[in-house]
Protein backbone atom coordinates (compact mmCIF):
# COMPACT_ATOMS: atom_id res chain seq x y z
CA UNK A 1 0.00 0.00 0.00
CA UNK A 2 0.99 3.69 -0.22
CA UNK A 3 1.83 5.45 3.11
CA UNK A 4 0.36 8.40 4.03
CA UNK A 5 1.67 10.47 6.75
CA UNK A 6 -0.86 12.89 8.56
CA UNK A 7 0.15 15.75 11.08
CA UNK A 8 -0.61 16.54 14.07
CA UNK A 9 -2.96 14.08 15.07
CA UNK A 10 -4.97 16.00 17.27
CA UNK A 11 -4.96 20.09 17.15
CA UNK A 12 -6.78 22.60 19.44
CA UNK A 13 -7.56 26.22 18.22
CA UNK A 14 -9.38 29.42 19.59
CA UNK A 15 -12.64 30.51 17.46
CA UNK A 16 -11.23 33.09 14.33
CA UNK A 17 -7.92 31.10 14.92
CA UNK A 18 -6.54 29.44 11.66
CA UNK A 19 -5.43 25.66 11.54
CA UNK A 20 -3.17 23.80 9.30
CA UNK A 21 -2.97 20.06 8.64
CA UNK A 22 0.00 18.52 6.86
CA UNK A 23 0.60 15.59 5.04
CA UNK A 24 3.53 13.72 3.22
CA UNK A 25 2.78 11.16 0.57
CA UNK A 26 5.54 8.66 -0.98
CA UNK A 27 4.42 7.56 -4.33
CA UNK A 28 5.42 10.13 -7.04
CA UNK A 29 2.94 9.03 -9.18
CA UNK A 30 0.17 10.26 -8.10
CA UNK A 31 -1.38 13.21 -8.90
CA UNK A 32 -4.34 13.57 -6.96
CA UNK A 33 -5.02 14.63 -3.76
CA UNK A 34 -8.72 15.08 -1.57
CA UNK A 35 -9.34 16.42 1.46
CA UNK A 36 -12.18 14.70 3.44
CA UNK A 37 -13.86 16.13 6.30
CA UNK A 38 -15.71 13.59 9.31
CA UNK A 39 -18.10 15.17 11.53
CA UNK A 40 -19.33 13.25 14.85
CA UNK A 41 -21.29 9.90 13.81
CA UNK A 42 -21.56 10.95 9.95
CA UNK A 43 -19.46 9.74 7.04
CA UNK A 44 -16.73 11.66 5.94
CA UNK A 45 -17.04 13.99 3.02
CA UNK A 46 -14.92 15.70 0.06
CA UNK A 47 -14.04 19.30 1.21
CA UNK A 48 -11.31 19.84 -1.33
CA UNK A 49 -9.02 18.49 -3.34
CA UNK A 50 -5.73 19.63 -5.37
CA UNK A 51 -3.91 18.03 -8.52
CA UNK A 52 -0.45 17.78 -9.46
CA UNK A 53 -0.85 20.78 -12.01
CA UNK A 54 -2.00 23.15 -9.56
CA UNK A 55 0.29 24.89 -6.62
CA UNK A 56 -2.47 25.86 -4.59
CA UNK A 57 -6.43 25.66 -4.67
CA UNK A 58 -8.79 28.33 -2.38
CA UNK A 59 -12.04 27.65 -1.48
CA UNK A 60 -13.62 30.12 0.68
CA UNK A 61 -11.90 29.76 4.17
CA UNK A 62 -10.13 26.83 3.29
CA UNK A 63 -7.19 26.35 0.81
CA UNK A 64 -5.05 23.51 -0.27
CA UNK A 65 -1.42 23.15 -0.98
CA UNK A 66 0.59 21.05 -2.84
CA UNK A 67 4.38 20.53 -2.77
CA UNK A 68 5.61 17.42 -5.56
CA UNK A 69 8.96 17.83 -4.93
CA UNK A 70 8.70 17.65 -1.49
CA UNK A 71 5.96 14.64 -1.61
CA UNK A 72 3.81 17.06 0.70
CA UNK A 73 0.56 18.85 0.44
CA UNK A 74 -1.33 20.64 3.11
CA UNK A 75 -4.82 22.27 4.03
CA UNK A 76 -5.13 25.54 5.65
CA UNK A 77 -8.53 26.54 7.24
CA UNK A 78 -9.04 30.35 8.41
CA UNK A 79 -11.04 32.54 10.62
CA UNK A 80 -12.01 29.27 12.09
CA UNK A 81 -15.47 28.24 13.55
CA UNK A 82 -17.11 25.64 15.69
CA UNK A 83 -18.80 23.77 13.13
CA UNK A 84 -15.01 23.07 11.49
CA UNK A 85 -14.66 20.74 14.31
CA UNK A 86 -14.49 17.25 12.90
CA UNK A 87 -11.75 14.67 12.40
CA UNK A 88 -9.84 15.50 8.94
CA UNK A 89 -8.46 13.27 6.24
CA UNK A 90 -5.88 13.62 3.52
CA UNK A 91 -5.64 11.30 0.73
CA UNK A 92 -3.19 10.04 -1.92
CA UNK A 93 -4.96 8.90 -5.07
CA UNK A 94 -2.95 5.93 -6.75
CA UNK A 95 -5.28 4.69 -9.88
CA UNK A 96 -8.24 5.30 -8.51
CA UNK A 97 -7.55 3.68 -4.91
CA UNK A 98 -7.32 6.32 -1.94
CA UNK A 99 -5.24 5.86 0.58
CA UNK A 100 -5.87 7.88 3.85
CA UNK A 101 -3.88 9.54 6.02
CA UNK A 102 -4.32 8.46 9.82
CA UNK A 103 -6.69 11.56 10.43
CA UNK A 104 -6.58 14.88 12.34
CA UNK A 105 -9.14 16.16 14.92
CA UNK A 106 -9.27 19.47 15.06
CA UNK A 107 -11.77 21.10 18.20
CA UNK A 108 -12.08 24.93 17.85
CA UNK A 109 -12.99 26.08 20.94
CA UNK A 110 -15.72 29.31 21.47
CA UNK B 1 -28.98 12.58 -4.50
CA UNK B 2 -25.97 10.07 -4.55
CA UNK B 3 -26.32 6.99 -2.18
CA UNK B 4 -24.07 4.66 -0.95
CA UNK B 5 -26.59 2.31 1.70
CA UNK B 6 -24.58 -0.34 3.74
CA UNK B 7 -27.01 -2.96 5.20
CA UNK B 8 -26.62 -2.61 8.93
CA UNK B 9 -25.59 0.31 11.30
CA UNK B 10 -24.55 -1.82 14.22
CA UNK B 11 -23.56 -5.51 14.13
CA UNK B 12 -22.89 -7.88 17.21
CA UNK B 13 -21.11 -10.95 15.97
CA UNK B 14 -19.62 -14.31 17.96
CA UNK B 15 -15.84 -15.29 17.52
CA UNK B 16 -15.65 -17.91 14.64
CA UNK B 17 -18.88 -16.77 12.90
CA UNK B 18 -19.03 -16.09 9.73
CA UNK B 19 -20.23 -12.25 8.81
CA UNK B 20 -21.64 -10.49 6.02
CA UNK B 21 -21.37 -6.70 5.69
CA UNK B 22 -23.50 -5.49 2.04
CA UNK B 23 -22.79 -2.32 0.42
CA UNK B 24 -25.10 -0.91 -2.34
CA UNK B 25 -24.65 2.23 -4.59
CA UNK B 26 -26.86 3.74 -7.05
CA UNK B 27 -24.76 5.74 -9.09
CA UNK B 28 -23.66 3.20 -11.65
CA UNK B 29 -19.87 3.47 -10.16
CA UNK B 30 -17.29 1.23 -11.24
CA UNK B 31 -15.41 1.77 -8.13
CA UNK B 32 -16.50 -0.11 -5.02
CA UNK B 33 -13.92 0.03 -1.68
CA UNK B 34 -14.14 -1.29 1.74
CA UNK B 35 -12.52 0.97 4.44
CA UNK B 36 -11.93 -0.32 8.08
CA UNK B 37 -11.75 2.89 10.71
CA UNK B 38 -10.26 2.61 13.66
CA UNK B 39 -8.86 5.97 15.98
CA UNK B 40 -5.60 6.82 15.32
CA UNK B 41 -5.39 4.80 12.22
CA UNK B 42 -7.57 6.70 10.21
CA UNK B 43 -9.01 4.38 7.31
CA UNK B 44 -7.46 1.98 6.05
CA UNK B 45 -8.06 0.04 2.92
CA UNK B 46 -9.01 -3.07 2.94
CA UNK B 47 -10.30 -4.73 -0.60
CA UNK B 48 -11.04 -2.36 -3.68
CA UNK B 49 -13.24 -3.43 -6.62
CA UNK B 50 -13.19 -1.82 -10.17
CA UNK B 51 -15.57 -3.48 -12.04
CA UNK B 52 -17.91 -6.66 -11.30
CA UNK B 53 -15.81 -9.74 -10.61
CA UNK B 54 -12.57 -7.66 -10.61
CA UNK B 55 -10.95 -7.22 -6.93
CA UNK B 56 -7.80 -5.81 -5.74
CA UNK B 57 -6.31 -6.02 -2.36
CA UNK B 58 -5.44 -3.09 -0.44
CA UNK B 59 -3.58 -2.84 3.01
CA UNK B 60 -5.27 -4.99 4.90
CA UNK B 61 -6.83 -7.77 3.27
CA UNK B 62 -5.82 -10.66 5.78
CA UNK B 63 -9.20 -12.53 7.24
CA UNK B 64 -11.31 -10.57 5.19
CA UNK B 65 -12.90 -11.76 0.98
CA UNK B 66 -15.04 -9.79 -0.95
CA UNK B 67 -17.73 -10.45 -3.66
CA UNK B 68 -18.89 -8.43 -6.50
CA UNK B 69 -21.53 -10.32 -8.24
CA UNK B 70 -23.02 -7.17 -9.30
CA UNK B 71 -21.97 -3.87 -10.21
CA UNK B 72 -24.14 -1.97 -7.78
CA UNK B 73 -23.32 -4.30 -4.99
CA UNK B 74 -19.81 -4.95 -2.63
CA UNK B 75 -19.36 -7.78 0.26
CA UNK B 76 -17.19 -8.18 2.58
CA UNK B 77 -17.03 -11.40 4.11
CA UNK B 78 -15.07 -11.73 7.17
CA UNK B 79 -14.51 -15.93 7.09
CA UNK B 80 -13.93 -16.49 10.81
CA UNK B 81 -14.67 -13.62 12.69
CA UNK B 82 -11.71 -12.86 15.37
CA UNK B 83 -12.24 -9.73 18.36
CA UNK B 84 -9.03 -7.80 16.25
CA UNK B 85 -12.02 -7.52 13.46
CA UNK B 86 -14.29 -5.46 15.67
CA UNK B 87 -13.97 -1.70 14.49
CA UNK B 88 -16.22 0.92 12.05
CA UNK B 89 -16.56 -0.65 8.62
CA UNK B 90 -17.05 1.38 5.65
CA UNK B 91 -18.16 1.19 2.27
CA UNK B 92 -17.23 3.79 -0.71
CA UNK B 93 -17.66 3.81 -4.27
CA UNK B 94 -16.42 6.12 -6.85
CA UNK B 95 -16.91 7.33 -10.68
CA UNK B 96 -14.71 6.02 -13.27
CA UNK B 97 -12.09 8.58 -15.23
CA UNK B 98 -9.75 11.44 -14.13
CA UNK B 99 -12.03 14.26 -13.23
CA UNK B 100 -14.41 12.41 -11.39
CA UNK B 101 -12.64 10.50 -8.19
CA UNK B 102 -14.67 12.18 -5.47
CA UNK B 103 -15.51 8.87 -2.89
CA UNK B 104 -18.71 8.45 -1.71
CA UNK B 105 -19.01 7.05 1.76
CA UNK B 106 -22.04 4.61 2.99
CA UNK B 107 -22.93 5.65 7.05
CA UNK B 108 -20.92 2.41 8.18
CA UNK B 109 -21.18 -0.51 10.15
CA UNK B 110 -19.77 -0.87 13.65
CA UNK B 111 -19.16 -4.23 13.88
CA UNK B 112 -18.64 -5.79 17.18
CA UNK B 113 -16.65 -9.43 17.89
CA UNK B 114 -17.13 -11.48 21.34
Known amino acids: GENVEQHPSTLSVQEGDSAVIKCTYSDSASNYFPWYKQELGKRPQLIID?????GEKKDQRIAVTLNKTAKHFSLHITETQPEDSAVYFC?????????FGSGTKLNVKP | DVKVTQSSRYLVKRTGEKVFLECVQD?????MFWYRQDPGLGLRLIYFSYDVKMKEKGDIPEGYSVSREKKERFSLILESASTNQTSMYLC?????????????FGSGTQLSVL
Open chain 2, 92 to 104: ASSGPGQRDEKLF
Open chain 1, 50 to 54: SRSNV
Open chain 1, 91 to 99: AEVDFNKFY
Open chain 2, 27 to 31: MDHEN
